[in-house]
């Protein structure tokens, strides 16, 4: 652990963590459009 200064490898792993889940809700908000969208054409 370190006593001063930032742990790099760490904000580069919740950064990337951050990112994955970034994307992940992005792909959920996609598809739910694309759902609304379905629906809308149906009616």
């Known amino acids: 652990m370190l006593a ?3 742990d ?3 904000e580069m792993e919740t950064l990337l963590q951050l990112e994955r889940s970034y994307a992940a809700n992005a792909k959920v908000i996609q598809a739910v459009n694309d759902m609304l969208d379905s629906i809308l054409r149906i009616s």
């Open 4 to 6: 001063h200064g930032v």
């Open 8 to 10: 790099s490898d760490k």
